[in-house]
């Protein structure tokens, strides 16, 4: 369910990680978690390869790509330059404030301090490194430390901050670098873009006329990863965190006047040092290209991080099933009655026995509306809705028949307050007697409520993850649903693993933020895996939303690759990218989601999102929720689809889809579809590519790319095959073409770089598979 909607504000608080949550099939409220962090970060000392021949009046340190200037008097950044293009980045007077410290006043407004209030300012050259040092902000005895240089290992510039606290309030946040670009990059802004780490990803068209306040998530939580880029056909800025160990942070950009400025702001723990570094770099580097260069840059620092240190396809802790091709298809127990009469519940095993039918494919079937009371009611679960035998015998059925089960937990939710047909249940007294003492605390020091009984996660409390309760209500509810021939449990509303930071002193943990939550909950997350594992060898544990951090503890996430036009991709000028599948879909694996279409309606943007999921990588899956939906009546343009995905997934070619790595690609030419997504908060009609494309390969340089035409038409597609190696190289191909949900199969040749010509027939997919020329592939 969508968690935190995209904040609008001028000021990144603390207060402001309190997301409120967007809408979708009974949507489920607010989700968004830090990071546990297993691993602590060893100082990193930065030094510079090289010092630019600066102006007289100031100091400069540049990386192969990129230069930093900074003024010998007041400490400003006054130029941030590509050295490749020359182009400037800073907007004019950009760099002048180059922080923002925020000092928590109980029982005030937090104070916030940057540079342009410091006294006795002192700007050196300390080895090959820029150093600013303040002594102080006016009477303020605050002093900072920015070290600006370019990181040993990557090459890349890097800057870190230290705050030399010596008033009498702890400091809450420190937002750094604060620079600000210009809102334009050229002259026309069309093919401007900002790319944000946004759950799978997204882009901003235009920002300048798109972008308006403030569009931000948590990491961990709603911020997948730790990559911000802003670039257009000249160019790229990008920054990012090499935070290894999940600490608090909030990632995004912000419109400032007629500026642009990302937006990186850390949140330390509120404990009693006077000096606090911080424990990562910030990165600022210039790049040529698109998203994908800026996420390639990413990834080399990824992949050396301990949530890649084992591949998929090396992750034997992952049963086989849930590499099978499988359609997940969220379903309710509770809803419309079968139109021909019969309980609902009872009549679910046939009607997912007909999808397995219409699909060929085994089906994993997200029993929603699941819970005792309601909809996500949390969390007295039990005895769920219809009893405990009417589901332990749905899921004995669907076994049988060769069929999954999934049920989702509301997080650590704790339901106060909620309106259901009229009443209001309350689990006040419960929550009193049992779970108060240990739920999150709010700045003010009291115990948070949170959202309103009318919404679709009703009133609630967060139980706090570093607590004993966090604990024993998950593993006993994982427990209980393993009990009821449940095969995976879903913990959701936690999106990403983001939850609000909590201030309690009795809990065990530092108040405020750092990395105590992203830690507490990855120790929760190996719990309950290792739990349902010793039960059921086969149990799966998955997470909402992508997260790196906690790949190593997770079999799964529930993606929304397919989710254009509504949360978390909603917005004038906001467009999906697959940025987390860019950078990790060889170490995690993902499904559809909960809210792909499935129904009677012909509009092309059904299938479309359909289409999404399959060059995304993802197991495909699709929802009718509380609708009674029939397989056969299921508009066939969207069966079309579904069964080819499901069939090309068959092929050995399959198995490169779901475990390679992503590659750079370029758009197929074809001409774009004019869409209009269903359910999109705004019923704007958008252009994409008729033809869906994407590209992926294992170490051994097996590689498979994937197409599917959803023009009217048939068409004749060259698909790329690009150079991987020496030009030239020759290429084994086998060619797979889904049609009807049968697929053709055929093998050729080829030298690179070159394009390979495929027919396909409107919602056809063809995969072309190859290897290198010689190495026979075990089948």
């Not at 962090?37 to 030094?47: I, K, M, S, V």
């Amino acid at each position: 369910m969508p968690p935190e909607a995209p904040r609008v504000k001028a000021r990144a608080l603390d207060s402001n990680l309190q997301m409120a949550h967007g809408e979708r099939q009974p949507t489920r409220g607010g989700r968004g978690c830090p990071h546990p962090a297993r691993f602590l970060l060893l100082p990193l000392l930065l030094f510079v390869a090289g010092s630019g021949p600066a102006r007289a009046d100031t100091f400069a340190v540049h990386s192969e790509r990129t230069e930093i200037a900074i003024d010998r008097e007041s400490g400003a950044v006054v130029s941030l330059k590509d050295r490749q293009t020359e182009r400037e980045w800073l907007a004019p007077g950009g760099g002048g404030r180059l922080y923002a410290i925020t000092l928590r006043r109980p029982g005030q407004e937090p104070l916030t301090v940057d540079l342009t209030q410091a006294t006795a300012v002192k700007v050196r050259r300390v080895l090959e490194s820029v150093q600013i040092q303040v002594e102080a902000h006016g009477d303020l005895p605050l002093g900072v430390r920015v070290n600006l240089a370019v990181d040993p290992q990557w090459g890349l510039l890097a800057g870190r901050i230290t705050v030399k606290n010596k008033t009498n309030f702890a400091v809450q946040a420190v937002r750094f670098p604060l620079l600000t670009f210009p809102a334009r990059l050229g002259p026309d802004a069309d093919d401007d873009r900002l790319l944000l780490p946004y759950c799978d990803g997204l882009e901003i068209h235009n920002p300048e006329a798109n972008l308006t306040g403030e569009r931000a998530g948590q990491y961990p939580g709603a911020a997948s990863l730790q990559l911000l880029a802003f670039y257009d056909g000249g160019g790229g800025l990008l920054s990012a965190t090499f935070d290894r160990d999940g600490h608090r942070k909030l990632l995004g950009a912000e419109r400032a006047g007629e500026a642009l400025a990302p937006l990186i702001t850390h949140y330390p723990a509120l404990d009693a040092r006077a000096e606090w570094t911080l424990p990562y770099p910030v990165i600022l580097e210039a790049f040529s290209g698109d998203w994908q260069a800026a996420a390639t840059r990413y990834r080399a620092w990824a992949e050396r991080q301990p949530w890649c240190r084992t591949p998929l396809r090396k992750r034997k802790e992952i049963p086989a099933w849930a590499f099978q091709p499988a359609f997940y298809y969220a379903v309710s127990l509770r809803g419309q009655a079968p139109p021909d009469g019969g309980d609902r519940v009872e009549r679910l095993a046939e009607q997912i026995a007909a999808y397995r039918e219409t699909l060929g494919a085994p089906v994993v079937a997200m029993l929603m509306s699941w819970e005792k009371h309601d909809t996500w009611v949390t969390p007295d679960y039990f005895p769920p809705y219809g009893g405990e035998a009417g589901l332990r015998a749905l899921t004995a059925r669907l076994r049988q028949e060769g069929n999954r089960s999934l049920v989702f937990l509301s997080g650590l939710k704790w339901t106060l307050r909620k309106q259901i047909d009229g009443e209001q249940f309350s689990g006040e007294e419960s929550y009193r007697e049992r779970a108060e003492a240990w739920a999150i605390v709010g700045d003010d020091g009291q115990p948070q409520r949170l959202g309103q009984p009318e919404d679709d996660v009703g009133e609630h409390a967060q139980i706090c993850p570093a607590t004993p309760l966090a604990g024993e209500l998950l593993s006993e509810a994982v427990r209980r649903c393993q009990e009821l021939g449940i095969d995976c449990v879903q913990v959701d509303q936690i999106v990403g693993g983001g939850l609000p930071p909590c201030y309690s002193t009795t809990h065990g943990h530092p108040p405020g933020g750092g990395n105590w939550s992203a830690r507490a909950l990855y120790a929760l997350f190996k719990r309950l895996r290792q739990e349902g594992r010793q039960r059921n060898p086969d149990f799966l544990l998955l997470m909402e939303e992508p997260g790196e951090f906690f790949i190593p503890v997770l079999d799964a996430y529930h993606a929304r690759d397919y989710a254009e036009g509504r949360w978390p991709r909603e917005g004038a000028g906001v467009r999906g990218v697959p940025l987390f599948t860019f950078v990790y879909h060889d170490y995690c694996l993902g499904y559809g989601g909960d809210s792909a279409p499935l129904n009677t309606s012909p509009e092309r943007a059904n299938p479309y999102q359909h289409a999404l999921n399959l060059v995304s990588g993802k197991l495909p899956a699709g929802a009718v929720w509380r609708r009674w939906q029939p397989a056969a009546e299921v508009h066939g343009d969207q069966v079309a689809l579904l069964r080819n995905a499901l069939a090309l997934l068959n092929t050995p070619a399959g198995e490169v889809l779901l475990k390679g790595r992503m590659l750079p690609t370029e758009p197929l030419r074809a001409a774009p579809l004019l869409l209009r997504f269903p359910g999109a908060a705004a019923a704007e009609e958008r252009s994409y590519p008729a033809l869906p494309f994407a590209c992926y390969a294992l170490p051994d340089g097996h590689t498979v790319r994937v197409v599917a035409n959803l023009g009217s038409e048939r068409q004749r597609v060259e698909v790329p095959i690009a150079a991987t190696g020496v030009p030239g190289q020759r290429l084994s191909l086998t060619i797979y073409v889904a049609e009807g949900g049968e697929v053709s199969r055929r093998t050729d040749s080829t030298f690179t770089p070159s394009s390979y010509p495929v027919l396909l027939s409107p919602l056809s997919a063809a995969i072309v598979e190859s290897t290198p020329a010689g190495i026979e592939l075990v089948r």
